[in-house]
């Protein structure tokens, strides 16, 4: 890549490039700079190095889910533990009138 494109930095969204995220820090042709949410910085190193210990860690783990599946997955979580008001009292709560239903 740093011959081909003449680049010392690939900068790219992290949700749609996972697989070349990881491929590339196993590589050991990167070493990451920068990374949140919603992207990812790597500089290009000037000669293959041992791959950072992420990214040894990130292959022994394919299997866990990711950081994007687990946010999703407590957000669907919490949209189904979202109670409704219910629209009649049940016995033993206030009315409009502040008297107990019985």
Same mark, same amino acid.
């Given at each position: 890549?740093?011959?081909?494109? =003449?680049?010392?930095?690939?900068?790219?969204?992290?949700? &749609?490039?996972? !697989?070349?995220?990881?491929?590339?820090?196993?590589?050991?042709?990167?070493?990451?700079?920068?990374?949140? !949410? =919603?992207?990812?910085?790597?500089?290009?190193? *000037?000669?293959?190095?041992?791959?950072?210990?992420?990214?040894?860690?990130?292959? !022994? &783990?394919?299997?866990?889910?990711?950081?994007?599946?687990?946010?999703?997955?407590?957000?669907?979580?919490? !949209?189904? &533990?979202?109670?409704?008001? *219910?629209? *009649? &009292?049940?016995?033993?709560?206030?009315?409009?009138?502040?008297?107990?239903?019985?």
């Amino acid at each position: 890549m740093r011959e081909k494109f =003449e680049s010392h930095y690939i900068f790219s969204d992290t949700q &749609n490039h996972q !697989d070349m995220y990881a491929k590339l820090m196993e590589s050991g042709w990167v070493e990451k700079v920068y990374e949140d !949410d =919603e992207a990812f910085v790597l500089k290009i190193r *000037d000669e293959k190095g041992e791959p950072p210990k992420e990214a040894e860690a990130a292959a !022994d &783990n394919s299997d866990e889910p990711t950081p994007e599946e687990i946010k999703a997955a407590e957000a669907e979580e919490n !949209d189904g &533990n979202l109670l409704e008001p *219910d629209d *009649d &009292n049940s016995p033993g709560e206030a009315n409009n009138a502040g008297e107990k239903n019985n």
